[in-house]
């Protein structure tokens, strides 16, 4: 049985080192476990687990005895004349009752297409197991995504409504002062024009919100309106290992497609090996009881009573057909084979690529976060500036644009950094449903 190992890698730690806030009702366990619930596609999942261990029940039932039960009773009226068998100008008549009683046993003593079937069901099983393992895997992943989505797209309007309050600020400060005769008319319409693009901008950001919302909706069959916030300070730790080396190699044997791969392969193994049983010797061991009680007829009364037991061997010589299936099974060998390649190249890119967008925004994370400082201070710095009448509007407006666009930067790349830490942990096969709970913690903190 192939099992994934998660002691061996430890996921990006997050911990928490900003302030409390508010403790909304859905976090991302309960989200996730409504779509474990509601999603119909598990269901599904979970069925073709139950008919894949059927399956195999069946096909360990076919190594079984079988043992098989015939009885009969006859009512016979009997009228014979003529000749009968050596007998001439026979004339006999009678009634009489006819009992028959059998038991037929038939065990396969050797029947390697029978074996193969079975190991092919016992693989069955277990691959049906890591589907729904995978299936599970990929919703973690889903709804990571949606659910840090809808926050990302809740920080977006939240923040494209702060810059709109500022920025009607500064339009009322330049219109004060054109009125004055101390602005000209040209600060003005640069003012309203930054203020209509940041409104526009806002009008998107409400309509990816209620995109993220629906898609939200769709991943977890119930409607959420309500979900825990991530706290404004966070301090996150690099990849852990901090190299790509370890992840790839772990990622070659545990990631769960190439995992599904190497099942599917073994099972192309035991088709081809199915197939050759089928052109083997097949031997059987045959029995049965067998009692019949006659109360008369032309034969008599009489009562019969047999009992066998023996060896049934029999050889299919090979045939067009069946050199056919055995071609088409090594055909399937070999392309099991070129898919399981494929699986591992695609395993080793999808875990660079999570690696390289894990450590992109481990850098980013701190670097935003200081930026935000800094356009904050520059925001203010410039706004006391304007009033004192030392820099102009537009460098007041450009220090504006600068804040926000950083803090939307720094919203967007700690929920990346998050993602990220998910999507490599299920490349290299090392994620769980337990996945989500450091980040579940997170958002509970206070």
């Known amino acids: ?57 069946a096909a360990l039932g076919d190594l079984m005895p079988d043992i098989s039960l015939n009885g ?33 046993l038939s065990q396969p003593l050797y029947e390697p297409a029978l074996l193969a079937s079975l190991d092919m069901a016992t693989l069955n099983v277990e691959r049906a197991r890591l589907e729904l393992t995978h299936f599970d895997d990929e919703l973690v992943l889903s709804v990571a995504q949606a659910y840090f989505g809808v926050l990302a797209g809740e920080d977006a309007v939240r923040l494209r409504e702060a810059e709109i309050a500022k920025l009607t600020q500064q339009l009322d400060q330049v219109r004060g002062l054109a009125e004055a005769g101390l602005q000209l008319e040209a600060e003005v319409m640069s003012a309203e024009a930054s203020l209509a693009i940041a409104e526009a901008g806002l009008i998107r950001d409400q309509g990816l919100l209620e995109a993220a919302f629906a898609k939200l909706d769709a991943v977890t ?45 073994q099972l192309s193994q035991l088709g081809a090996k199915r197939v050759r049983g089928t052109q083997m010797p097949s031997v059987r061991l045959l029995g049965g009881v067998h009692r019949l009680d006659t109360d008369g007829g032309a034969a008599g009364e009489r009562t019969e009573h047999e009992a066998r037991i023996g060896v049934n061997v029999s050889w299919s010589l090979p045939s067009l057909a069946s050199q056919g299936r055995l071609a088409a099974a090594r055909a399937d060998e070999d392309r099991a084979n070129a898919a399981l390649l494929s699986a591992r190249a695609e395993a080793e890119h999808q875990v660079k690529l999570a690696f390289t967008t894990l450590r992109a925004a481990y ?52 929920y990346e950094y998050m993602l990220a830490s998910l999507r490599l942990s299920a490349a290299a096969g090392l994620l769980s449903n337990a996945a989500l709970a450091p980040f579940d913690r997170l958002l509970n903190s206070r």
């Open 221 to 265: 069959g119930q409607r959420f309106r309500d979900l825990r916030k991530l706290p404004s300070g966070m301090v996150i730790s690099e990849p852990d290992p901090p190299t790509i080396e370890p992840w790839v190699e772990h990622a070659r044997s545990q990631n769960l497609s190439v995992v599904l791969a190497q099942i599917d392969t």
């Open 363 to 414: 850098a980013q994370v701190p670097a935003y976060q200081k930026a935000v400082k800094a356009a904050r201070a520059a925001e203010q710095a410039m706004d006391a500036g304007y009033r004192a009448g030392t820099r102009t509007n537009d460098d007041t407006l450009s220090a504006i644009a600068a804040r926000y666009d950083a803090e939307r930067r720094f919203s967007s790349t700690r």
């Open 1 to 57: 049985m192939l099992i994934r190992s998660t002691h061996l890698f430890a996921l990006p730690l997050v911990l928490w080192a900003g302030l409390a806030c508010a403790n909304p009702p859905a976090g991302l366990i309960q989200v996730f476990a409504a779509a474990l619930a509601h999603n119909p596609d598990r269901q599904v999942m979970l069925a073709n687990s139950t008919v894949r261990d059927h399956q195999r029940r």
């Open 72 to 104: 009969s009773y006859d009512y016979r009226d009997e009228d014979i004349e003529g000749d009968f068998y050596a007998l001439n100008d026979v004339d006999f008549s009678d009634d009489y009752d006819r009992n028959m009683f059998a038991i037929q």
